[in-house]
Antibody, heavy 119, light 108 residues
Framework: EVQLVESGGGLVKPGGSLRLSCAAS????????MSWVRQAPGKGLEWVGR??????????DYAAPVKGRFTISRDDSKNTLYLQMNSLKTEDTAVYYC??????????WGQGTLVTVSS | SYVLTQPPSVSVAPGQTARITCGGN??????VHWYQQKPGQAPVLVVY???DRPSGIPDRFSGSNSGNTATLTISRVEGGDEADYYC???????????FGGGTKLTVL
């Protein structure tokens, strides 16, 4: 059974940093392209970014609002995906989901972790 | 970046057919995927590659895509179908993913 379990959310002040983790199981994580999607309270879904498998180059892509501030990384030995968020803004307040699936769409979503950026 | 446009809301009576549209420039040339999200839950994939259904999704859910509009059709609507629905594409030119703004389906 595929499981994606996010952790690390919480309350942080504007300008602060936070690192989210996503523990994956039930599939071959090292071969997976993994993504993060967020959802602000009462709003729609917004793609944050993606990391390819190391065999496919391990490269990352980011949405414009987070590029230069957020970094996606992975530890294949721990089956864990990370999202390092720096220079956080109030508009980054959202539930952050870890996703796995195909290149073009996502079969599996975690339950999400809430990040609140507020003074 | 590629823009997807959905109506904010659609209402339908139980047993009727709901159609949720997703507009985009020449969207018919892309593969469109649809997600259902109920309150307090993570989204669930209900249609992928325009019209295919993941295992476990009822055949009441179907999709089509042509020209500038993709459509998610829910036949014989039930109260349990009340949810937010999002369309999504992968833009190969930018290698980015785009979601529509979402449509709230209300079952009257």
């Amino acid at each position: 059974e595929v499981q994606l379990v996010e952790s690390g959310g919480g309350l942080v002040k504007p300008g602060g940093s936070l690192r989210l983790s996503c523990a994956a199981s039930g599939f071959t994580f090292s071969n997976a392209w993994m993504s993060w999607v967020r959802q602000a309270p009462g709003k729609g879904l917004e793609w944050v970014g993606r990391i390819k498998s190391k065999t496919d180059g391990g490269t990352t892509d980011y949405a414009a609002p987070v590029k230069g501030r957020f970094t996606i990384s992975r530890d294949d030995s721990k089956n864990t995906l990370y999202l390092q968020m720096n220079s956080l803004k109030t508009e980054d307040t959202a539930v952050y989901y870890c996703l796995w699936g195909h290149v073009e769409y996502f079969d599996f979503w975690g339950q999400g972790t809430l990040v609140t950026v507020s003074s | 970046s590629y823009v997807l446009t959905q109506p904010p809301s659609v209402s339908v009576a139980p047993g009727q057919t709901a159609r949720i549209t997703c507009g985009g420039n020449n969207i018919g040339s892309k593969s469109v995927h649809w997600y259902q999200q109920k309150p307090g839950q993570a989204p669930v994939l209900v249609v992928y590659d325009d019209s295919d259904r993941p295992s476990g999704i009822p055949d009441r859910f179907s999709g089509s895509n042509s020209g500038n509009t993709a459509t998610l059709t829910i036949s014989r609507v039930e109260g349990g179908d009340e949810a937010d629905y999002y369309c999504q594409v992968w833009d190969s030119s930018s290698d980015h993913v785009t979601f529509g703004g979402g449509t709230k389906l209300t079952v009257l």
